[in-house]
């Protein structure tokens, strides 16, 4: 069974920085994928950037240029800064297992930013 763990939100004020942390146990196949999405209240949850197994980050456009994703081990991190207070939502890491036809979610994390 794979578990995913994410941690690192908080309350920062605006223009600063956080680093959210998503750490996952179990097996998981050669190919995969570490997404990080965004659930703002009352809206649907986006998708804002993801690693591929080899380390290759992609940033969609609300975070690109001011967000940094990488792994060490089984933990991705999501660097952000310049925070805005259109960052302000729970933060959920996903794992798409590729090799195993699997995806798995963690709870999220809370990032709020005050103006």
């Known amino acids: 069974q794979v578990q995913l763990v994410e941690s690192g939100g908080g309350l920062v004020q605006h223009g600063g920085s956080l680093r959210l942390s998503c750490t996952f146990s179990?097996?998981?196949?050669?190919?995969?994928?570490v997404r990080w999405w965004r659930q703002a209240p009352g809206e649907q949850r986006y998708l804002i950037a993801w690693i591929s197994e080899s380390g290759e980050g992609t940033y969609m456009s609300a975070v690109e240029g001011r967000s940094t994703i990488s792994r060490e081990g089984n933990t991705i991190f999501l660097q952000m800064n310049s925070l805005k207070s259109e960052d302000t939502a729970v933060y959920y890491c996903n794992v798409d297992d590729r090799g195993y036809g699997l995806e798995y979610w963690g709870r999220g994390t809370t990032v709020a930013v005050s103006p």
């Open positions: 179990g097996r998981i196949g050669s190919t995969f994928f």
